[in-house]
C-alpha cells in the first residue's frame, strides 16, 4: 500500500490561487498515474487532472487553462497549481495513485479542503 499525504488546502477568495502537493510514502516512478480527484457536499467524486509516468496529462473541462498538474519524481510528489478560482472549485481534493503489481491497484489521500469564497 501507497501511504498519500495532501497539503496546501485553504480558504481563497475567487480568483484567487492555491498549490496542493501530495507525498508518497515510495518512489512514484513505477506507478501509472498520480492524479487528483474532489468531491463537494452533495456530489459524486470527481477526476480534477492526471499525470501518466510518462508525463501526459489529462483535465476535467471545467479546469482546463486554470489549474495544471505536474509531477516530481525525486520529490516523490505530485502538485495542482490552481489560479483564477472559483466558488463552484470548493470542494475536498484527494489525491490518488494507480498501479499495478500483479493486480491494479488504487491508493487514495485523506482529503485536503478548499474552499472559494465569492
Known amino acids: 500500500q501507497v501511504q498519500l499525504v495532501e497539503s496546501g488546502g485553504g480558504l481563497v477568495q475567487a480568483g484567487g490561487s492555491l498549490r496542493l502537493s501530495c507525498a508518497a510514502s515510495?518512489?512514484?516512478?513505477?506507478?501509472?498515474?498520480m492524479g487528483w480527484y474532489r468531491q463537494a457536499p452533495g456530489k459524486q467524486r470527481e477526476l480534477v487532472a492526471f499525470?501518466?509516468?510518462?508525463?501526459?496529462?489529462n483535465y476535467a473541462d471545467s479546469v482546463k487553462g486554470r489549474f495544471t498538474i505536474s509531477r516530481d519524481s525525486n520529490q516523490n510528489a505530485i502538485y495542482l497549481q490552481m489560479n483564477s478560482l472559483k466558488p463552484e472549485d470548493t470542494a475536498v481534493y484527494y489525491c490518488n495513485v494507480r498501479r499495478f503489481d500483479g493486480a491494479w491497484r488504487a491508493d487514495w489521500g485523506q482529503g485536503t479542503q478548499v474552499t472559494v469564497s465569492s
Open positions: 499525470v501518466t509516468s510518462g508525463g501526459n496529462t
Open positions: 515510495r518512489s512514484i516512478f513505477s506507478f501509472t498515474s
